[in-house]
């Protein structure tokens, strides 16, 4: 199999670490989640008191193995290792054996070493100040594997109209290993239609979200993050100010306030 790494700047600017490019990648291992412990000692008393635990960054080795035709051409090669990974910013990486999700890393030091006379090794190590890594398309994307964006194992329902309602009560699936909180990952509710007094109840959550305005038959109400948007326009003052979360797995939701009317729910997976 012809393993390769697709780099993805912010920017959309993609780079692709293959062998027809001249590049082999040997090794791409990914740490397993590594539990950080709040804890107290207390005078006289063996051992600690657990207080809770989050999960801390994780970390990711990988060996790439460059091809030149000479040393000269060694040293082009190298210097666009260098360009490649010279950012001051987070990028994405992507491990074609696991095309469907991307780890936003930065990289940590490195040094090439020349080996023999035209072949180039250079240990990269990266880290991911999340937890987890993301699903390469979104819910509102089609989920087909012909896409190249989706994999087997990321807990997928190939419902099309799943994460696209016109009905006053549905389900959203988030197959995600953790809840969706708007506060720190990305999540875009978009309602149109007319409404009055909307409110949006997440059952399972008992997340409860009211805008006491209205809105005609061609605007848009967008909950995006922890802003509140009706056709571009920040509206959060007419909101009760709360949020919408989506707990992990199967989640119930009743509309009140319009009997007409479309809403979806884009957001990425995340997965450990």
């Given at each position: 199999?012809?393993r390769?790494?697709?780099i993805?700047?912010?920017?959309?600017?993609?780079?692709?670490?293959?062998?027809?490019?001249?590049?082999?990648?040997?090794?791409?291992k990914?740490s397993a989640?590594?539990?950080?412990?709040?804890?107290e000692y207390?005078?006289g008393?063996?051992?600690y008191?657990?207080?809770?635990?989050?999960?801390?960054?994780r970390r990711i080795e990988s060996?790439l193995?460059?091809?030149?035709l000479?040393?000269?051409?060694y040293?082009l090669?190298?210097?666009?290792?260098?360009?490649?990974?010279?950012s001051k910013?987070?990028?994405?990486?992507?491990?074609?054996?696991?095309?469907?999700?991307?780890?936003?890393?930065?990289?940590?030091g490195?040094?090439?070493?020349?080996?023999?006379s035209?072949t180039g090794t250079?240990n990269?190590?990266?880290i991911?100040?999340?937890?987890?890594?993301e699903?390469?398309?979104?819910?509102?994307?089609?989920?087909t594997?012909?896409?190249?964006?989706?994999q087997?194992g990321?807990g997928l329902i190939?419902?099309?109209?799943?994460?696209?309602?016109?009905?006053?009560?549905?389900?959203?699936?988030?197959?995600?290993?953790?809840?969706?909180?708007?506060?720190?990952?990305?999540?875009v509710?978009?309602?149109?239609?007319?409404?009055?007094n909307l409110?949006?109840?997440?059952?399972?959550?008992?997340?409860?979200?009211?805008y006491t305005g209205?809105?005609?038959?061609n605007d848009?109400l967008?909950l995006s993050?922890?802003?509140?948007?009706?056709?571009?326009?920040?509206?959060f003052?007419?909101?009760?100010?709360?949020?919408i979360?989506?707990k992990?797995?199967?989640?119930?939701?009743?509309?009140i306030?319009?009997?007409s009317?479309?809403?979806?729910?884009?957001?990425?997976f995340?997965?450990?």
């Amino acid at each position: 199999m012809n393993r390769y790494l697709t780099i993805q700047r912010l920017n959309g600017q993609e780079y692709i670490l293959n062998k027809q490019n001249g590049f082999i990648v040997s090794s791409f291992k990914i740490s397993a989640p590594s539990p950080r412990i709040a804890s107290e000692y207390v005078e006289g008393l063996d051992g600690y008191i657990d207080m809770g635990a989050d999960y801390a960054e994780r970390r990711i080795e990988s060996t790439l193995h460059f091809l030149a035709l000479d040393e000269i051409d060694y040293i082009l090669k190298r210097n666009e290792i260098f360009s490649i990974f010279a950012s001051k910013e987070q990028f994405y990486v992507i491990d074609s054996r696991e095309p469907g999700k991307r780890w936003l890393v930065r990289a940590e030091g490195y040094s090439p070493d020349l080996v023999g006379s035209r072949t180039g090794t250079v240990n990269i190590n990266f880290i991911s100040a999340s937890t987890y890594a993301e699903s390469t398309g979104t819910s509102l994307d089609p989920k087909t594997f012909a896409l190249g964006i989706w994999q087997i194992g990321q807990g997928l329902i190939l419902d099309e109209t799943l994460y696209t309602h016109t009905t006053n009560t549905f389900r959203i699936y988030n197959p995600s290993a953790v809840d969706i909180d708007p506060r720190n990952l990305p999540l875009v509710i978009t309602f149109r239609g007319a409404s009055t007094n909307l409110q949006i109840k997440n059952l399972t959550t008992l997340d409860f979200y009211k805008y006491t305005g209205s809105t005609g038959t061609n605007d848009k109400l967008e909950l995006s993050g922890i802003r509140s948007l009706k056709n571009g326009v920040s509206v959060f003052k007419n909101t009760n100010r709360k949020l919408i979360k989506l707990k992990s797995g199967w989640n119930d939701f009743e509309i009140i306030g319009s009997s007409s009317f479309s809403i979806t729910f884009d957001f990425r997976f995340y997965y450990l």
